[in-house]
């Protein structure tokens, strides 16, 4: 079994910024895609950025320039910088991961999700 642990989210003022972790651990054999997902009160889930296992990057429109999603392999943790947080970046905000376990099967697990609210 596979869990990811998220931390990072809070409160935080137009303008400033938050990084969030996320760390898996369990029976993983691989990792594949790590990815930030997001979802507002009222709206549907979004995918923010992910990061592919060579390194390779893709972010929705309406971050990129401002949010930079990062990975530590040896340590099997996602990390998104957030700059420039603007009031409608408020979400909910989701790790998923895409691994291969030792049965060679590829997999997907969520994290239980970390607030993040833009303030004044």
């Known amino acids: 079994q596979v869990q990811l642990t998220e931390s990072g989210g809070g409160l935080v003022k137009p303008g400033g910024s938050l990084r969030l972790s996320c760390a898996a651990s369990?029976?993983?054999?691989?990792?594949?895609?790590m990815a930030w997902y997001r979802q507002a009160p009222g709206k549907q889930r979004e995918m923010v950025a992910h990061i592919g296992a060579g390194g390779s990057t893709n972010y929705a429109d309406s971050v990129k320039g401002r949010f930079t999603i990062s990975r530590d392999n040896a340590k099997n943790t996602v990390y998104l910088q957030m700059n420039s947080l603007k009031p409608e970046d408020t979400a909910v905000y989701y790790c998923?991961?895409?691994?291969?376990?030792?049965?060679?099967?590829?997999?997907?697990?969520w994290g239980q999700g970390t607030l993040i609210t833009v303030s004044s």
């Open positions: 369990g029976s993983i054999f691989s990792i594949n895609l």
């Open positions: 998923y991961v895409q691994y291969r376990d030792y049965g060679a099967r590829l997999l997907g697990v």
